[in-house]
T-cell receptor, first 113, second 114 residues
Framework: KAGVTQTPRYLIKTRGQQVTLSCSPI?????VSWYQQTPGQGLQFLFE???????NKGNFPGRFSGRQFSNSRSEMNVSTLELGDSALYLC????????????FGQGTRLTVV | QQQVKQSPQSLIVQKGGISIINCAYE??????FPWYQQFPGKGPALLIA?????SEKKEGRFTISFNKSAKQFSLHIMDSQPGDSATYFC?????????????FGRGTSLIVHP
């Protein structure tokens, strides 16, 4: 069974640009969450989607957005990139949002220059 | 406000020794406590998890000890091996809007010397 797949693995963007990251959950998993991981702030929750609806959102500015498609695949978008957005962006999927067990992908390493 | 405090930040253990990582939480609404293992260049992998209705859970060389009254839980790695060298994150989760949302500790970098 394939794990959570995130694409691309690495990205370099210029300040002010926007970026879209993609996440394909484990087959059958319907809930997708996104996290930002940085050395300074650790792992921080961005948002969670289920049935194409955002159910929870972390404490991030509106430049961070996401969506989920009918096949449970998810994308997150960051607009007007700032240097501080450089981070490892992780996606996690779970069978159901009511289940606590979640499985992470390898992440997308975003560097903003 | 850091809701989950993890210590130590780094840990060096000899092969065969016991690695102990501690976490403390503040919000009593948390009801699921997982530990994740992360190798460089990889995403965190769920290692072991516990619910507050039990005080200990063991899976192979990994044991979680849970103290509900003290709001603390710890990960014990018995017979530590060089292959265990990784960063370990504790987390505390609770239901928000019908979904489990974790709050993570800052992580512990474990090095096991051969």
């Amino acid at each position: 069974k394939a794990g959570v797949t995130q694409t691309p693995r690495y990205l370099i963007k210029t300040r002010g640009q926007q970026v879209t990251l993609s996440c394909s959950p484990i087959s059958g998993h319907r809930s997708v969450s996104w996290y930002q991981q940085t050395p300074g702030q650790g792992l921080q929750f961005l948002f969670e989607y289920f049935s194409e609806t955002q159910r929870n959102k972390g404490n991030f500015p509106g430049r961070f957005s996401g969506r989920q498609f009918s096949n449970s695949r998810s994308e997150m978008n960051v607009s007007t990139l700032e240097l501080g957005d450089s981070a490892l962006y992780l996606c996690a999927s779970s069978l159901d949002p009511g289940l606590a067990e979640a499985f992470f992908g390898q992440g997308t390493r975003l560097t903003v220059v | 406000q850091q809701q989950v405090k993890q210590s130590p930040q780094s840990l060096i253990v000899q092969k065969g020794g016991i690695s102990i990582i501690n976490c403390a939480y503040e919000n009593t609404a948390f009801d699921y406590f997982p530990w994740y293992q992360q190798f460089p260049g990889k995403g965190p992998a769920l290692l072991i998890a516990i619910r507050p209705d039990v005080s200990e859970k063991k899976e192979g060389r990994f044991t979680i000890s849970f103290n509900k009254s003290a709001k603390q839980f710890s990960l014990h790695i018995m017979d530590s091996q060089p292959g265990d060298s990784a960063t370990y994150f504790c987390a505390a989760s609770m239901r928000q809007g019908g979904s489990y949302i974790p709050t993570f500790g800052r992580g512990t970098s474990l090095i096991v010397h051969p």
